[in-house]
Structure formats: C-alpha cells, structure tokens
C-alpha cells in the first residue's frame, strides 16, 4: 500500500522547513503515524527518497525513540508513568489495574469491539511531571494525580467516545490527530489550558516572594563573584585535586 499523494507533498512540505531537509525526519515519522497508524515500511522508504538517505537510516530512527511505533495504536495510546517517584506513588498499582481492567499487556491495544474505541495501553518512563505523581498521558496530554479509579473511569470514558481533557484544559483528541500535531500541523489547541500548574510553579513564586532574580552571564548575584574570580576558583580547584591525586599516587608507591 502507498502513501497517498497528498501524504507525500506533506512529507515534502515539511522536509523543506528546514536547512538541512534531513532535520525533519522526526516530524515526517510523525506524519506517517497519523496517516497509517504505525510506522509502515512504506512510510519508512517515502521518507528516505524523500529526504535523500537509505531505508536503514530511517528505520535506525524510526526504532530508537519509543513515540515510534511499529504495531499499529488504536484510537487513543494511554501511557502510565512506572518511574521511579510515579511508582512508589501508585503507578505500579494503576498500570496493573488497567492491565486487568482492559485485558491487554504492555503495548498491546484492546480488541475491537462495537461501539467502543480501542486503547493501547503502555508503561512510559518519566514525563517530567513528578509534582504531580502518579502522572498518566492520553496521546502525550497529561493527567495528574491519577488513582486506579480514576484511571479507570479514563479509559472507559475514552472508549465510549465521551469527551475527555486533560487535567490542565486540552480536550483528548484521537492518536492520529495527536501525531499529526507532533507533524507539525496545528489543530488550533495549543492555548487550550494552561502551560503549567501551580505545583510546577511553587519555585517561581517563592523567587517572586524574596526578590530571586536568575544570575548575569558575567556576575553571580548570588555570590558577588565575576567571571575572572570563578576562573580563578576553578583553577585553584583543579590545582587542589592534582596535588591530591599526586599525594595518592605517592602514597600507593
């Protein structure tokens, strides 16, 4: 099966955003996926001859990051955090509900069934979200706080094709809009919510509060030292550890 040709002058469109075209082999894999549902060997050889590289260079990028995928996703990817703060939060316990709750394994999606949209379900590594532990993600939005009820009531909620959002305002859209997003092409979303919550923002608020102002390129504020005397200080610091590596060896002799 080939791609189609509106599929191609979109592949095309966005190799020739940058410079060096081979810079928007991620966008055009994303592409690919909203378009196929996975990552095809057909998508794999349109973006080589596309982009001027061979097959294998693609697929060695298509199979190192964990966004790419080679099975096909259903119409909605929910990833558990597992890492470690999410799992000692409850991560573990959520993702083994889900597992028992949907019938499917890691990276394995739910059977089709009428009336109801399928779920891939995947543990993930960190979001960058442990403020708010344990953190799940439906197609890369994220949902904080979670519980193994709420989890559930997610899932459900997604396969009955009632409108979902994110805990920070985005409404759930399908896999395939989500990596068509990630391609590049904009679904009018992106203000939909705010960029961080207010656990994230704790620290700036604190730096408010006492007056904090991040250091100048050439003067700490925070130490009064210049760029010359932090020079000094790193060259009596490496003076010191060569003198006590010398000491050691001496010694060791």
Known sequence: MTLSEETLVELKEIAARYPEPRSGLLPMLHLVQSVEGRITPEGIEAC??????????VSGVATFYTMYKRRPVGDYHVGVCTNTLCAVMGGD????????????????????????????????????????????????????????????????????????????????????????????????????????????????????????????????????????TKQEAVEQADTARAETETKQEDSDA
Not at 48 to 57: F, K, N, P, R, V
Request: aromatic share 4%.
């Open 93 to 228: 316990a959520i993702f083994e509900r889900l597992q028992d709750h949907l019938g499917v394994g890691n990276d394995e999606t739910t059977d089709d069934a009428p009336g109801l949209r399928s779920i891939t379900l995947e543990h993930v590594e960190c979001n960058a979200a442990c403020d708010y532990a344990p953190v799940m993600m439906a197609n890369w939005e994220f949902m904080d706080n979670m519980t193994p009820e709420s989890a559930v009531q997610l899932v459900d909620d997604l396969r009955a094709g009632n409108e979902v959002r994110s805990t920070r305002g985005p409404r759930i859209v399908t896999w395939r809009e989500a990596e068509r997003v990630l391609a590049g092409f904009p679904d009018d979303l992106a203000d939909d919510g705010p960029a961080a919550g207010p656990a994230s923002l704790v620290g700036l608020g604190i730096a408010r509060e006492r007056g904090w102002t991040a250091p100048h390129p050439e003067t700490d504020s925070g130490s009064g030292r210049t760029a010359d």
């Open 48 to 57: 080589a001859e596309i982009l001027g590289i061979t097959a294998a260079d």
